[in-house]
């Protein structure tokens, strides 16, 4: 019976894992929402679920909601800005990129889950609707309150896999190597920067605004970096943006996110928590 379940679970297990990921924002919290409700699968009438898919949606969506609300209390007394746990991968999966990730944190959990399961992953508003304890006109209210406040997170300038990836490798060179002018025409006039160190590492307790404020901080940086060096372990998609994970001084794993634009690099985004880096420390 274990067998059997695991051989209609397993192929759902990364989709799922997707979804838990999206609604909570931290690989381990997803992976562990995902194994509780593999138990639950286990323990289910099988024989009685018609569409296994849609049903464990549900399940997993149900323990998010459930989470939701400690994870949130645990983030009013997080220190410094707040991240998602970083997902490095080959491609674009779908067009959930970090920032839009950061939008779905200020959705009220039904809104969220809502959006996602309909917009992103493709549910049926009657699906939705039982998944949430909504009837569906309720739940179409929801994902379109979810709509509007996202709206300006969503991807306005898609730039072309190779070319992110260009723009981050220049980027680093121009970082790591002192060029100032270089790094300058890499930023739009508006680029901000924001660093998650939790508290646990070194990172800037309050986002950076503006090209002339970044300017300063890599400048300083990179006189820091004369004494260790920086390796650049991998470049990829991280979080639907372009970027790379890196080997910082102090022995330092850290991934660094680029939102581009039409006049440049419009969001860097850093994670050096290493409590959200360590399913990375297996990149080379």
């Not at 695991?6 to 999206?22: G, Q, S, V």
């Not at 949606?57 to 410094?80: H, N, P």
């Not at 060179?173 to 998650?196: F, I, N, Q």
Request: aromatic share 8%; glycine share 6%; with cysteine.
């Amino acid at each position: 019976m274990t067998l059997d379940a695991a051989f209609a679970f397993d192929p759902l297990r990364p989709r799922l894992t997707r979804i838990a990921y999206r609604m909570l924002g931290s690989v381990a919290d997803a992976e562990d929402v995902v194994q509780d409700a593999f138990l639950r699968w286990m323990a289910t009438d099988r024989d009685a679920v018609r569409e296994p898919e849609a049903f464990l949606r549900r399940v997993v969506t149900r323990l998010c909601l459930d989470q939701i609300k400690s994870a949130r209390a645990r983030r009013e007394t997080y220190v410094g800005p707040w991240l998602p746990e970083p997902i490095v991968e080959e491609e674009e999966v779908d067009d959930v990129t970090l920032p839009l990730m950061l939008a779905l944190e200020r959705l009220s959990p039904l809104e969220r889950a809502a959006f996602l399961l309909h917009d992103v992953f493709g549910a049926s508003f009657d699906e939705v609707a039982e998944t949430l304890h909504r009837d569906a006109a309720a739940v179409r209210q929801l994902a379109s309150r979810a709509r509007s406040h996202v709206r300006a997170a969503r991807p306005r300038f898609t730039v072309a896999k190779e070319k992110g990836l260009e723009i981050a490798a220049a980027f680093f060179a121009a970082s790591r190597g002192g060029d100032v002018t270089g790094l300058r025409a890499l930023l739009a006039a508006d680029a901000s920067v924001h660093a998650d160190g939790g508290g646990k590492v070194h990172a800037g307790l309050k986002p950076i605004f503006g090209a002339d404020n970044a300017m300063k901080l890599f400048t300083s940086l990179h006189r820091f970096m004369t004494f260790e060096t920086s390796k650049v372990l991998r470049y990829g998609i991280i979080n639907g943006l372009p970027g790379f994970v890196t080997r910082e001084p102090g022995d330092i794993l850290q991934t660094t996110a680029f939102l581009i634009g039409e006049s440049g690099i419009e969001a860097i985004y850093i994670v050096r928590n290493p409590e959200k880096l360590g399913h990375l420390e297996t990149v080379h």
